[in-house]
């Protein structure tokens, strides 16, 4: 199998470590195969895939859409390094509010894959990272939501203080105030 896949403290959020065969030339390594991820419990179909490129200290999300335009991710950083996290934003979900966080790095060649129903963010711990996302759904900017990075009632312990963030992500609603407004699927 070209991969390990561990599931986190929420199990629907797994851990993807591949195998990466390393020699004098550099390196190879399998990023996504359907059947291995489908034999992990994972199905995914990829429909679009994203990259980004952000600064030491930037903040992207908390973010997640909505309804029929929910997306599933899978996260890479391709370059540098990055404080991934995923919050269950299922009203339903024992774990609804809590969050897993992982590194991810050019180094360890890891991913992250979120089911529909989680959002997402990252901080670039690196002097720069370029990130990849695979989804599974078209994006729709009508479905678009967000949760705020620094919501006390998640508290996630961001690495770096001070954070970069577009104006968009500062204005966020927290989790409670999204909940209450109907703004979480």
Do not use: C
């Not at 994203?50 to 309804?67: A, E, K, P, T």
């Amino acid at each position: 199998m070209p991969f390990e896949f561990e599931r986190l403290d929420i199990p629907d959020v797994v851990l993807v470590k591949p195998k990466v065969f390393r020699d004098q030339r550099g390196y190879f390594m399998e990023t996504f195969v359907a059947k291995a991820f489908e034999q992990a419990g994972v199905k995914f179909n990829v429909v679009q895939e994203n990259q980004s490129y952000s600064r030491r200290g930037v903040i992207r999300g908390l973010h997640y859409q909505r309804g029929q335009w929910a997306q599933a991710k899978i996260v890479r950083a391709v370059k540098g390094e990055i404080y991934d996290v995923a919050v269950d934003i299922r009203p339903w979900s024992p774990t609804f509010g809590k969050h897993v966080a992982v590194r991810l790095s050019e180094d360890n060649g890891y991913a992250l894959y979120i089911p529909r129903g989680f959002a997402h963010g990252f901080q670039v711990l690196s002097e720069y990272a370029i990130v990849v996302y695979l989804v599974d759904n078209d994006y729709a900017p009508q479905a678009e939501g967000g949760i705020r990075w620094d919501d006390s009632d998640i508290a996630i312990s961001w690495p770096i203080s001070g954070p970069v963030l577009s104006e968009k992500d500062a204005r966020w609603p927290t989790l409670r105030e999204a909940l209450q407004g109907g703004f979480i699927p």
